[in-house]
Each structure stands twice: as C-alpha cells, then as structure tokens.
C-alpha cells in the first residue's frame, strides 16, 4: 500500500517563507510525476507545481517565478519551497504522485493527507 505523507505547513507572516515536503513510501516501482496541489476555502483544488520522471516542471500562474518544485528521487521524497508567501496562498496543500506498484500494474494517482499553510497579512 501507497501511503504519502506531507510535512512543514504552518503559519508564516506575508513575505515569508516555508518549505513543504511529501514522502511517498510502500510498495514503489516507479514514480512518473509528483506534484503540490492546493484547496482554499471554498475554492476548486488547483495546480501548484509538478515534476515528471524527466525533470520538466509546471506551475500554476500565482506561484510562478515565488514558488519551486524539486524531488529527491532516493529517498521518494518531493518538496515545494515557497518564498514571498502572500495572504492568497493560505490554503490546505496537497501532494500527488502518479506512480507503479510493480512493474506490471498501471499507473495510478496517489494523494496526501493535506497540510495546512496559512500567511497572515
């Protein structure tokens, strides 16, 4: 079982700064893209950051040029660090990954717990 847990939310004052870190671990063959997605208040859940197994990376365009993406592919694990943090950022965040079991079985998309990231003005 495919279990990805999240750390380093918190509160930081705007202008700030956090890093978040997602750890996959279980049983992993291979991991093809790992992402951040995040959910406010009454809002849709929408794209943070991605990476995929060639080092392309994505992101939303409020995060753009403040935010970066980055993965340790030794340790399963993925980060996203977050600079210049805005009051608009406060939101539940959430890592993806969309990986295989084994080599045999399908690709399938994996989700953390969430962790919260709050930024007082």
């Known amino acids: 079982q495919v279990q990805l847990v999240e750390s380093g939310g918190g509160l930081v004052q705007a202008g700030g700064s956090l890093r978040l870190s997602c750890a996959a671990s279980g049983r992993i063959f291979s991991i093809d893209a790992m992402g951040w997605y995040r959910q406010a208040p009454g809002k849709q859940r929408e794209l943070v950051a991605s990476?995929?197994?060639?080092?392309?990376?994505n992101y939303g365009e409020s995060v753009k040029d403040r935010f970066t993406i980055s993965r340790d592919n030794a340790k399963n694990t993925w980060y996203l660090l977050m600079n210049s943090l805005k009051p608009e950022d406060t939101a539940v965040y959430y890592c993806n990954a969309f990986l295989r079991e084994t080599g045999m079985s399908p690709r399938n998309f994996y989700w953390g717990q969430g962790t919260q990231v709050t930024v007082s003005s």
């Open positions: 990476i995929n197994s060639g080092d392309s990376t």
